[in-house]
């Protein structure tokens, strides 16, 4: 039997690293639905959960897959799904009861070609918003981006952490080219992979009030099965979980929803930055399109032209205090996306004008060359 953490130097796609960095993170129960380009880490937890005691199922649909994570959360597990494009919009109703009951649990997204069935095996990158907005009402999101395996498996773990950490359902942003390209993937020891544990209330349950928060504006959380009472509703709630349907306990909920994200926000981002010291010219890339962009701008330096690399590794929160002083004294910023545009709006609401801001698009299906991301450079230096 394999040990429930493995070990060493292996060759994996992304999805299967995916899975194994669920693992290494503690998740025990896994609902989900086949579906192309994620399926297979729906079949790496199905191989791999039963030898862990945990719990794989396959659901009836995608909507059935992300209420079971919810479920198997409040029951005290650590819980994931995966999934891509159609089956992504379909879990948008549970994922708003995870956010608004504040239930830590994983979603894997891997971005196929859409909208619709679109492209089931070929590469988007058309779910970013979804992400962010996918719901209806406000609230504070969690995204992550990984550009590789490794990413990949490092960024399931950070993905639990962050999850656990402030309570809501935390989104794995791949795409198809980063979940079936096959890379060196290191995984360290158990004992060095570091864990957020899920914050447990710490009065009796007598003075237990589930959505009542501590200073970071997270509650603690009690699980069935723990000796508390708790109500979970999608209904907007007070401190107690129980419905109050007016505009001041609206407001004193979403605010905290909003800013529990917000307001931690310097805790959560994460980002990579490639020569900015000098750039006059800044692309911003994620996911697989990041790696095609970092040649291009080696190649842009190597023809004496002062280009920098700036890739996001969360999406959401975005990193717009980051994009507003870059702002101020770079001319323009490039942004190849295999979308329509989506995040390049992001960095040009940020940028406030005093900088450009340039979409370089695709409609899905192959990601930007180096050549062709280089070509723009050159352009507009």
């Not at 194994?20 to 399926?39: D, L, Q, R, S, V």
């Not at 950490?165 to 158990?190: F, N, W």
Request: aromatic letters at 6%; glycine letters at 8%.
């Amino acid at each position: 039997m394999r040990p429930q953490v493995l070990q060493g130097i292996h060759f994996m796609n992304g999805d299967v690293a995916c899975a194994e960095g669920a693992i290494a993170a503690g998740c025990k129960f896994f609902a989900g639905y086949p579906i192309t380009p994620a399926t297979e880490i729906a079949e790496r937890m199905s191989d791999r959960l039963p030898e862990i005691d945990g719990i794989y199922i396959q659901m009836e649909d995608e909507m059935a897959s992300m209420a079971a994570i919810l479920g198997a959360s409040w029951g005290g597990v650590k819980s994931m799904t995966a999934t891509s494009g159609p089956g992504f919009s379909l879990m948008m109703e549970n994922y708003g009861l995870g956010l608004m009951t504040e239930t830590p649990c994983v979603i894997v997204d891997i971005m196929r070609g859409g909208p619709s069935t679109g492209l089931p095996t070929l590469v988007s990158q058309g779910d970013v918003m979804q992400s962010r907005w996918g719901t209806h009402g406000d609230v504070g999101v969690i995204s992550l981006v990984p550009s590789s395996p490794q990413e990949m498996f490092d960024f399931a773990i950070r993905a639990f952490n962050l999850s656990e950490q402030y309570r809501l359902p935390v989104v794995i942003l791949g795409d198809e080219i980063v979940a079936h390209m096959t890379e060196k993937v290191v995984i360290p020891s158990a004992e060095e992979i570091k864990l957020t544990p899920r914050r447990h209330p710490k009065v009796p349950p007598s003075e237990y009030l589930p959505f009542a928060p501590d200073d970071d504006l997270v509650p603690p959380m009690a699980c069935a099965g723990e000796g508390y009472n708790v109500h979970v509703t999608g209904l907007t709630h007070d401190d107690r979980g129980y419905p109050v349907i007016t505009p001041e306990a609206q407001k004193d909920l979403v605010s905290r929803l909003v800013n529990k994200i917000r307001k931690n926000a310097n805790d959560i981002l994460d980002w990579e930055e490639q020569e900015l010291e000098d750039a006059d010219i800044v692309v911003i890339a994620y996911g697989s399109v990041a790696r095609c962009a970092k040649e291009a701008v080696r190649r842009a330096r190597n023809d004496g032209i002062n280009v920098g690399l700036l890739r996001p590794k969360t999406i959401w929160p975005f990193p717009e205090d980051r994009v507003k002083k870059l702002a101020e004294y770079v001319k323009l910023f490039i942004v190849p996306e295999v979308n329509f545009g989506q995040i390049a709006f992001e960095v040009e609401r940020h940028s406030v004008y005093h900088a450009q801001t340039l979409l370089i698009p695709k409609m899905g299906g192959d990601i930007h060359t180096p050549e062709e991301i280089l070509k723009a450079i050159k352009e507009m230096a």
